[in-house]
């Protein structure tokens, strides 16, 4: 009771003569508890509220890159996406071929319509990667930084990386796969189309199948979507993480990576190389799951398989390994820019937004 009242009648000067002011000082001075000469206990200072706050923030800024990357993704690569799924659905039936190869097939559509001809479904894959890739990139980045904890070490680890893109690619193919239904049965319409389903626009397609075959029918293709994302996913960033820290570890050795104005450059240049080659990998480790997927949704038999392996089956009896392989010139073709657009908007969004990247 003295120590509280004692001081202050005798001033400041004499806090020093009593034990626990002393013990309060030095606890103070150490910077850990805020103490007030009023209370007899210390009181902790919260550190988790503003790391908490920090981290809330970093996370939404990677669903913001992610969805620039989206956006990016589809105005460089829905053209050639068009012309990839024209293929799978028109050339590997039992009617044989019905496009020479990609460019016959591109020829046809600007012919037949346009330039609008290779944007059709464009609306719901804005929708959907948008949203897709705001989650695939934020997802991957939170899940990567928990499995890596506080290490330091940056170097990729794949005991880190694949289970975080697997995961990530996992859980956009619940939105992928009613998104790119409406897609597919947008993109193989035309003139020369054997089926007598029309639709004015994809949320025309996305009423009209809800109509006909129920909310079963707009999931049509999730199980090959799911592969497909899950595997897909696991070497695109595999390759990804390894391309990026290979390439600045070489160029940055370098003397004129020192040069401020070369940074900029630099790094866009390393941004489109390793988005480009990991999205060609991608489509090679994943594009007969990809045709199984885009046979199952373009099918409005609701009788039909939707196992994708079997599907993939009766494709290789039909069409052979070239078949499985259907549309593997676009798409390649359109893994390269497409991708390398994402990644560069993904690196840039996260550096305008502050997040920092090792």
Not at 249 to 265: C, E, K, T
Not at 296 to 312: A, E, G, K, M
Request: hydrophobic residues 40%.
């Amino acid at each position: 009771r003295n120590e509280k009242t004692l001081p202050k009648l005798l001033g400041d000067s004499a806090l020093s003569l009593f034990p626990l002011e002393r013990r309060r000082r030095r606890r103070r001075a150490a910077g850990n508890l805020h103490c007030s000469p009023l209370r007899r206990f210390p009181i902790q200072r919260c550190k988790f509220t503003c790391r908490g706050m920090a981290g809330l923030g970093d996370a939404a800024k990677e669903y913001i890159a992610g969805s620039a990357a989206g956006v990016a993704q589809v105005v460089v690569g829905h053209p050639f996406d068009t012309v990839k799924v024209k293929l799978q659905a028109h050339n590997t039936t039992a009617h044989g071929k019905v496009y020479k190869n990609a460019f016959h097939c591109t020829s046809r559509i600007l012919v037949d319509e346009g330039i609008r001809g290779l944007y059709k479904g464009a609306s719901s894959s804005f929708i959907g990667i948008a949203l897709e890739s705001s989650l695939f990139f934020g997802t991957y980045a939170q899940a990567k930084q928990l499995l890596q904890g506080k290490s330091e070490d940056y170097k990729p680890r794949l005991k880190v990386i694949i289970p975080s893109a697997a995961c990530s690619g996992a859980l956009i193919s619940c939105i992928l796969a009613p998104t790119e239904l409406t897609k597919c049965r947008m993109q193989v319409q035309g003139k020369d189309v054997m089926y007598a389903t029309q639709y004015s626009s994809p949320l025309d397609c996305a009423v009209k199948t809800l109509q006909r075959e129920g909310v079963r029918g707009i999931f049509r293709g999730g199980l090959a979507t799911l592969y497909r994302e899950a595997i897909g996913n696991a070497v695109f960033f595999c390759t990804y993480e390894y391309s990026r820290y290979w390439m600045h570890n070489y160029i940055d050795s370098r003397q004129f990576s020192s040069n401020s104005g070369l940074v900029v450059a630099k790094d866009i240049g390393i941004g489109i190389m390793s988005g480009g080659l990991s999205g060609m990998a991608f489509w090679t480790a994943t594009l007969p799951m990809d045709v199984a997927k885009t046979i199952i949704q373009t099918d409005h038999n609701p009788q039909s398989s939707r196992n994708p392996f079997r599907v993939l089956n009766m494709v290789y009896r039909r069409a052979g390994l070239a078949g499985c392989y259907a549309g593997l010139g676009p798409t390649l073709a359109r893994a390269f820019p497409a991708n390398a657009a994402a990644i560069v908007a993904w690196e840039y969004s996260a550096k305008i937004l502050g997040i920092r990247r090792e």
